[in-house]
C-alpha cells in the first residue's frame, strides 16, 4: 500500500522556522517527483517545492524562494522541508504528493494532485 505521513507543522510566530517531514512507504521516492503543496482557506492550492531525485531537479515557487529548502533522504524513503523566515501568509495546511511524472508536469498538475496524506498543518502569527 503506498502511503504518505506529513509531520512537523505547527504554530511559530513571523520570523520563526518550522521542517516538515514526508515518510513514504509502498513506493521509492527515488522513482519519482515528489512535494509540497499547501491550501489555504479560501485560497487556491498553491504549489510550494517539488523534488525529483533520479535527475536532482528542484523546483520552487516564487513566494518561498530563498526562504524554503526540499531535500530528500533516500534510506529513509523521506522527504523535508526546511521552512526560514515564515510569514503570516504562509499559514496553510501542507500536503505532500507524488507523481510519476516530470517535475514540470508535477508542477503544472499541482491542484489535479492526488493527496495521500492528511497533510499538517502550519500557522504564522503574526
Known amino acids: 500500500e503506498v502511503e504518505v505521513v506529513e509531520s512537523g507543522g505547527g504554530l511559530v510566530q513571523a520570523g520563526g522556522s518550522l521542517r516538515l517531514s514526508c515518510e513514504a512507504s509502498?513506493?521509492?521516492?527515488?522513482?519519482?517527483?515528489i512535494g509540497w503543496l499547501r491550501q489555504a482557506p479560501g485560497k487556491e492550492r498553491e504549489a510550494v517545492s517539488c523534488i525529483r531525485s533520479a535527475d536532482g531537479v528542484i523546483y520552487y515557487g516564487d513566494s518561498v524562494k530563498g526562504r524554503f529548502t526540499i531535500s530528500s533522504d533516500n534510506a529513509k524513503n523521506a522527504v523535508y522541508l526546511q521552512m526560514n523566515s515564515l510569514k503570516p501568509e504562509d499559514t496553510a495546511i501542507y500536503y505532500c504528493s507524488v507523481s510519476r511524472t516530470s517535475v514540470d508536469r508535477w508542477w503544472s498538475l499541482v491542484r489535479y494532485l492526488e493527496l495521500w496524506g492528511q497533510g499538517t498543518p502550519v500557522t504564522v502569527s503574526s
Open positions: 509502498g513506493f521509492s521516492i527515488e522513482d519519482v517527483t
